[in-house]
């Protein structure tokens, strides 16, 4: 991938800027075909600054990601109301001509599961992670809405069921389970008692963690208005919990901790029994974008998307235990 | 009647190859690419060697909750279109033995080990 946007940038950050001395080095972290994530190293005021550019080179992204000016409004709006999330530091403007998107600090930390669930070095922090997340969800769901309505879509649970079911039902390819997942959420999953702010993807992979704590929410790009109960779900579903089932947090805490450091913190007193059915909604939503990976393999042939397509297995397992069995 | 190997034989060849041979010798996207294809390989042996008694009581269990007959496929259709218009209940136990049963074998073959619960980290 090249980096053939870097000239245009450095102008532009030169503009913004006046200590910027150069761009040092480039490096694509990851990213779609329609958006990329790069890692920038930078001179500014002659030290060296660590930033990461989130860029939509022909302008696209994806139908059900916000614009990427929209997502740096919302990290602002967010990290002036005290939630942790990286600086925003530049926004693209039309004419710099490097595409849309914005430059961001770049933090220090882990998102990988694998390492914040097993690696030594996380033990000490492991403990303390449901209750960073309650007090990060309550701050992040408190943000005064009024100035966001305008940017952002609201899309409650009746909204998602009905979205996700009508997806599944264009693969024509039924399973009994998530028959009775639909079903047993219809009635379940409620329109919302309040509209907040939803992150829209909180979960291992959008949490920077370091063994001192949970240092940013990232990720904004499913941002949207909603369920605030949509968050707190979607970090207990099963799928994200990578193996350590019987922590419903993450894999590494319980639901009581998050709920309890939530209300701490001046989001709602939700119960656990409130939670329940958007954990089982995350079973069934990951199960369909499973079966959606395998449409992006019929249309791609990557043996990656391939395999997710069999992890739909997983989700069905979950459902039952979950739905049939009592469990969380 | 082919000759030797057999085709789960020839499945775990290419596989240990590529475990054992190409992983060490690749890097970065390849190398994660070259191991999930390995998993590929893994899922199609297991169905391959559990698969046909796995579908055979699944059938089974079929022809007993939709009393029709047709294939499996056509069975399972039968008992989505029940399960969506409610004309069998959610807790039916029979419906609730046989979503257990056919969890249970398709995790079997695609990810053994995702249903036994590991040990929380300390």
Known sequence: ?328 | MMDQPSIVELVEAVRNFLEERALPELKGHTKFHARVAANALGIVARELTEGPAAFAREAARLRALTLGDGTAAELNRLLCGMIRDGRIALDDPRLVAHLEATARDKIAIDQPGYAEPRTAQP
């Open chain 1, 1 to 328: 991938m090249t980096a053939d946007f870097i000239p245009s940038l450095s102008k532009a950050l030169a503009r913004a800027w006046p200590d910027f001395g150069q761009i040092t080095d480039a490096v694509r972290l990851s990213g779609g075909a329609s958006q990329e994530t790069w890692a920038i190293d930078a001179e500014v005021a002659g030290t060296a600054e660590r930033l990461i550019l989130r860029r939509a080179p022909g302008g696209h992204s994806s139908p059900t990601a916000v614009p990427l000016a929209t997502e740096a409004v919302v990290i602002e709006t967010v990290r002036e109301a005290g939630a942790k999330v990286p600086r925003v530091r530049y926004v693209l403007k039309g004419e710099d001509g490097a595409g849309q998107g914005y430059v961001m600090d770049r933090l220090e930390g882990e998102t990988i599961a694998r390492k914040i669930l097993r690696e030594a070095e996380f033990a000490s922090i492991r403990p303390r992670l449901a209750a960073a997340c309650g007090q990060e969800l309550a701050r992040i769901h408190k943000v005064r809405t009024q100035s966001l309505s305008a940017v952002l879509t609201t899309v409650d649970g009746p909204t998602q069921l009905a979205r996700y079911r009508a997806i599944y039902d264009s693969y024509d390819h039924p399973d009994p389970v998530f028959e009775m997942a639909f079903r047993w959420l219809e009635p379940r999953l409620k329109p919302p008692a309040q509209i907040t702010l939803v992150h829209g993807d909180f979960r291992h992979g959008n949490l920077l963690i370091s063994p001192e704590g949970l240092e940013a929410v990232l990720d904004w790009e499913l941002t949207h208005l909603g369920d605030p109960l949509e968050d707190l779900g979607w970090i207990c579903t099963r799928s994200w919990r990578f193996g350590v089932t019987a922590r419903p947090v993450g894999g590494f805490g319980e639901l009581s901790e998050l709920l309890r450091a939530y209300a701490d913190h001046g989001g709602r007193a939700f119960t656990i029994e409130d939670v329940k059915p958007w954990i089982v909604y995350g079973s069934l939503k990951w199960g369909v974008m499973c079966m959606t990976m395998y449409q992006g393999f019929r249309s791609d042939g990557s043996v990656e998307r391939a395999t997710i397509g069999r992890r739909a297995s997983e989700t069905q397992w979950d459902l039952v235990r979950m739905i049939l069995n009592g469990e969380l």
